[in-house]
């Protein structure tokens, strides 16, 4: 079996990605399965969490969202059976203790759940991951309910496409932001869904203004954003038509909710007494968190098998994704890993 490698060095270098055969046991457990992948989703490696976690060096399979058939179960499994087709998040970490002795740790996580048969294969790995922020930033960080206001910002990617589609179909009112005269046509077709459509490539800052005047000076109740900008200046080219967080806490409403997938997110006094005087709150976006506690995971799988279902339904209608072959894997790994695209789609 081949598969997708990222090798982190103990320096500030950048990771390599090489694909490498593997061998798997030739008999399964009692409560093991083997799956066959047929299309993977691949999504950028957080390597400090992963060197905050580990001992140099490290050697770690790269995080997939994938969709899987399963050629083999063991006896004691009995929600699927041979030849169900499933999707899923499949996380394999190898670590190799020291140079001298090798001593491999194997951790492997597996939440499959069935997938409806008119999804392809490429279309659910582009889109599960998507899906899922949008579902935990909407759902379980914001708690959001009918007739609340929804401020998604860069709603032309494909996690604000998600956050848009997701909150329309529950009776939010949605308003989002455009990043170039291209995305803001496209969000703009997206009506009766998006009720107003904010341009931020202009140079202008008429964020707050236009929402006030959308919501009738009360602010929205939710913001999910994709980054901030942390100061007014010094800020390197890419983040300039991000919002700065002062105008997002500004444009909260009383009891409002901000998601941010910002990392490294600092609030200075005034904004931390701003947030104080409209009991808002901040969360801090981590999809992979899922998997941290096993006492999460039912609820994980229930919120897989939402998404995928309303996939099927139609109600989330993700944006096309050009798939790769597996040659092309690593190169494709490492431009996601550069930030130059936001994900790739492996297809075997």
């Known amino acids: 079996m081949k598969g997708l490698y990222c090798r982190a060095a103990g320096s500030d270098a950048e990771p390599k990605f090489v694909i490498q055969e593997t061998s798997l ?9 083997r799956v066959q992948v047929k299309a993977c989703g691949l999504s950028p490696l957080d390597l400090k969490v992963l060197k905050s976690h580990t001992v140099y060096p490290v050697s770690a399979v790269v995080s997939l969202l994938c969709l899987s058939v399963f050629p083999a179960v063991g006896p004691k499994v009995s929600f699927f059976h041979p030849e169900d087709e499933v999707v899923g998040k499949k996380t394999f970490i190898y670590l190799r203790i020291n140079t001298s ?50 401020l998604v910002l860069d709603g032309a990617s494909c996690f604000g496409l998600m956050c848009i589609q997701l909150a ?41 203004p236009l929402v006030l005047e959308e919501t009738g000076g009360l602010g929205v109740d939710i913001v999910i954003d994709s980054g901030v900008r942390l100061q007014e200046d010094k800020e ?45 709150s901040v969360s801090f976006l981590n999809p992979e968190v899922w998997t941290a506690s096993s006492a999460q995971q039912g609820r994980y799988l229930h919120i897989l098998k939402d998404i ?41």
């Open 101 to 150: 002795l090798t001593i491999v740790c194997v951790c492997v996580f597996c939440f499959p759940v069935q997938k409806p048969e008119k999804l392809s294969s490429v279309c659910v790995a582009a889109a599960l991951r998507d899906g899922l922020c949008a579902y935990t930033a909407l759902h379980t960080h914001a708690r959001m309910a009918a007739g609340q206001t929804v």
């Open 168 to 208: 329309s179909y529950h009776g939010v009112k949605v308003l989002t932001t455009s990043h170039s005269p291209q995305k803001h046509t496209f969000l703009e077709q997206l009506r009766p869904s998006v009720a107003r459509v904010i341009q931020v490539y202009n140079g202008s800052s008429d964020l707050l």
């Open 308 to 348: 995928v279902e309303k996939m099927s339904a139609g109600v989330l209608r993700p944006q096309p994704e050009e798939a790769v072959p597996l040659y092309e894997a690593t190169v494709a790994m490492e431009t996601v890993q550069r930030h130059q695209k936001k994900k790739a789609v492996v297809q075997l």
């Open 236 to 280: 390197p080219e890419e983040t300039k038509l991000l919002p700065h967080k002062h105008d997002i806490i500004s444009v909260l409403g009383v009891g409002g909710h901000w998601v941010t997938s910002q990392q490294e997110l600092q609030l200075d006094p005034p904004d931390c007494r701003l947030l104080h005087l409209k009991s808002a």
């Open 25 to 33: 046991p030739e008999v399964l457990g009692s409560h093991q399965v």
